[in-house]
């Protein structure tokens, strides 16, 4: 069965460096999201992409984040300058997105800890 | 915004027993409700889902019921097994939206 595959499993990184979380998301998948999730705490959505564009984003998602599609098949999270609050496990998710199907599959999440 | 609360935070029941985990959210324009299932260190996994135009939806032992007046949405896990202790996720999505609004997580333990 086709998954959501994610790498790093673990990035460890300095307060102020940029890291670039990679995702691999189904293949015929359409929509593509990222969310985060800190230690105990609940799932929380950070940004939604679609057709090559943001779709929707959270209010967690300002200048520090961005995302890209660079080719066919890979989904990448940028943060540019990382700090301490950053430190969480991120989930790339995708949903096949067509008729009324709006299931989302998501990645095993890479660990960020920003030291 | 859509925000949703489930409870309880924890659960601990005999094995063979029946668990209920509840959620409640706050958008009427929720149209799909998930729940996902995350083991320690693994990624969250979808167990079964239901859409606002249904009031139950059942898969073998597991099954979740949606009262769309009252706003809740129930899991129910019947003849519980220890491979069922998992940290439980509901979830609501508002039709057109894209984010997925999640609870705020039930652990489950089985005791054997």
């Known amino acids: 069965e086709p998954e959501v595959t994610q790498t790093p499993s673990h990035q460890v990184t300095q307060m102020g460096q940029e890291v670039i979380l990679r995702c691999v998301p189904i293949?015929?998948?359409?929509?593509f999201y990222w969310y985060r999730q800190i230690l105990g705490q609940k799932v929380e959505f950070l940004v939604s992409?679609?057709?090559?564009?943001?779709s929707e984003k959270s209010e967690i998602f300002d200048d520090q984040f961005s995302v890209e599609r660079p080719d066919g098949s890979n989904f990448t999270l940028k943060i540019r300058s990382t700090k301490l609050e950053d430190s969480a496990m991120y989930f790339c998710?995708?949903?096949w997105g067509q008729g009324f199907l709006d299931e989302q599959y998501f990645g095993p999440g890479t660990r960020l800890t920003v030291t | 915004g859509e925000n949703v609360e489930q409870h309880p935070s924890t659960l601990s029941v005999q094995e063979g027993d029946s668990a209920v985990i509840k959620c409640t959210y706050s958008?009427?324009?929720?149209?799909?409700f998930p729940w996902y299932k995350q083991e320690l260190g693994k990624r969250p996994q979808l167990i079964i889902d239901?859409?606002?135009?249904?009031g139950e939806k059942k898969d073998q032992r597991i099954a979740v019921t949606l009262n769309k007046t009252a706003k809740h949405f129930s899991l129910h896990i019947t003849e519980t097994q220890p491979e069922d202790s998992a940290v439980y996720f509901c979830?609501?999505?508002?039709?057109?939206?894209?984010?997925?609004?999640f609870g705020q997580g039930t652990r489950l333990t089985i005791n054997p």
């Open positions: 979830a609501a999505k508002i039709q057109g939206a894209q984010k997925l609004v």
């Open positions: 958008d009427s324009a929720s149209n799909y």
């Open positions: 239901i859409r606002s135009n249904v």
């Open positions: 293949s015929n998948h359409l929509y």
């Open positions: 992409f679609y057709n090559n564009e943001i």
């Open positions: 998710a995708s949903m």
